[in-house]
RNA sequence: GGGGAGGUUCCCGAGUGGUCAAAGGGAGCAGACUGUAAAUCUGUUGGCUCAGCCUUCGAAGGUUCAAAUCCUUCUCUCCCCA
């Protein structure tokens, strides 16, 4: 293969890329000038996780070599659910939810896609559309006579997606999923010259159909690009953690819960993470990938690159020195600001409190028996005291300067505040 | 429309009248070991006023001293035929 497109070699050397369509060609077109490229975002929820970012990271990197992103919020075709990947069909939303949805949606991609870059900054334009535009009043005859007569079943029920689905159950609705999405990299293309479309490998199937449409009806070549499917070395779902998935939104997945997230990766990954979620250059990533460097120090790194683009530069100091303070020993004045925390007057602090509810009451346990078992496998401690207890009353002898730290575990902490 | 197979605790999946709060695995939680990692080992995972008691096995009834297990109706899912 001759030099890659330096766009393209990027993506390459960080390691987002799984297959193209076709490299060189695509690389030539990206050589000769800026090209308009799509990615799709499921609005099914109203916030993406980290899971999902990865054509994202990529978009980023194409936009800063002066190519034009448009995100595409699947409004229509959520409406239907897509096959690939998923085991089974998914909820299906109103269409005010999906609106709703969107616009959080944007905000979000925003800490990684720039959507106000303004001519002359080298960046490409981005823009962000809704398929629910074209797809929300097609006519059905049309649809099926223009877009449908173009589609095999044939060909269709080899694809891998469906293959799988197969054996489960698909339904009709679903199957034309792939029809819908070729139609809107055929629209993408009329309104927009769009020639590109990037996403995860498990959309391969359906990008190729696009590509293929686009040809038979307007004789035009377009490319498509996937990448690595993420997964971690221990088998777990990218951005699943034990408290649910790691979405972007403060509100539903704290800075600190995010940063602490990164900071657990697991060793064999935090090098491919470096490269497929940081911006840091290459050459920097590389001083980071030798036995000689202590490998949490690379894992802080990427837990605060990752916070810092996410969240910004201020949650992501927050969150790394909470982090250093709660597991250096005596967690310091901001970090203790940090935790989760509850507020009781001193009244009934000196009522006492029976330990079991305390901990419930501070939603560190769930019930009173989740309390119990903790308590009883030595894994609760208040003030950094082990409670060995079940029966134990806390008062306020307990309280240090007004307030008490919790702790659940090595790692689960919550902060009690006395009120006069 | 006809025929068949099923719905079990977070998930998968045993369990066909009492010994079932229900095997096993996964996942989670806690402990040990560590590096806030992985792997490993141990304990634990319905609720409660916790050596006992109460509520669970799609839903509602029924049979029985006793039901997740038997009967009836309903409901949902999947498969085959039309």
């Known amino acids: 293969m001759s030099a890659m497109n330096k766009a393209l070699q990027i993506l390459q050397d960080r390691g987002f890329i799984k297959q193209c369509t076709d490299y060189e060609g695509l690389s030539a077109l990206m050589d000769r000038e800026p090209v308009t490229f799509y990615v799709g975002v499921d609005p099914t929820g109203k916030s993406i996780h980290i899971g999902h970012m990865v054509p994202f990271f990529a978009m980023h990197h194409l936009q800063n070599e002066g190519h034009h992103p448009i995100a595409l919020v699947g409004g229509g075709t959520s409406l239907i659910g897509d096959p690939s990947g998923k085991s089974e069909l998914r909820q299906m939303l109103t269409v005010e939810q999906i609106q709703e949805n969107s616009s959080s949606l944007k905000a979000q991609l925003g800490t990684v896609v720039d959507f106000t870059a303004k001519e002359g900054s080298g ?17 059905y005859i049309e649809f099926l ?24 159950g698909l339904s009709f609705i679903e199957f034309n999923y792939q029809l819908l999405q070729s139609f809107d990299y055929l629209t993408l293309y009329r309104e927009h010259g769009c020639r ?31 990448f690595n499917l993420i997964t971690r070395a221990d088998g777990h779902k990218m951005g699943k953690s034990e408290k649910g998935a790691v979405f972007l939104d403060p509100e539903m997945f704290s800075p600190y819960d995010f ?9 064999a990954d935090v090098i491919r993470f470096m490269k497929l979620f940081t911006f840091l250059p290459l050459e920097e990533i590389a001083t980071y990938d030798t036995p000689k460097v202590n490998i949490n120090e690379a894992k802080e790194r990427l837990a605060f690159e990752q916070t810092k683009i996410i969240h910004g530069i201020e949650e992501a100091e927050k969150a790394k020195d909470a982090a250093r303070s709660m597991f250096g ?17 001193l009244s009934q602090l000196e009522a006492g409190i029976g330990v079991i509810e305390l901990f419930v009451m501070s939603t560190l346990c769930k019930t009173n028996s989740d309390a119990r078992r903790l308590i009883t496998q030595g894994g609760a401690m208040i003030q950094d005291k082990k409670v060995e207890d079940v029966k134990l009353i806390v008062d306020s ?6 307030e008490m730290i919790l ?9 009690i505040i006395v009120s006069a």
């Open 145 to 168: 006579r223009d877009i449908g007569k173009h589609f095999s079943v044939n060909r269709m029920l080899t694809f891998e997606s469906y293959k799988q689905r197969l054996e489960r």
């Open 397 to 402: 002898s307990w309280a240090d300067q007004g």
């Open 259 to 267: 940063y602490q997230y990164w900071r657990n990766v697991n060793d």
């Open 123 to 139: 960046k490409g334009q981005a823009i962000m559309l809704n398929n629910y535009d074209w797809l929300g009043d097609l006519n």
């Open 196 to 226: 590109l479309q990037i996403g995860g490998d498990d959309q391969w199937g359906n990008i190729v159909a696009g590509i293929e449409l686009v040809r038979k009806i307007e004789s035009a070549e377009c490319f498509g690009l996937t």
């Open 329 to 345: 020993g005596v967690p310091s004045e901001a970090a203790r600001e940090g935790l989760p925390s509850m507020t009781i007057p």
């Open 407 to 415: 702790r659940a575990g090595k790692k689960r902490y919550f902060r």
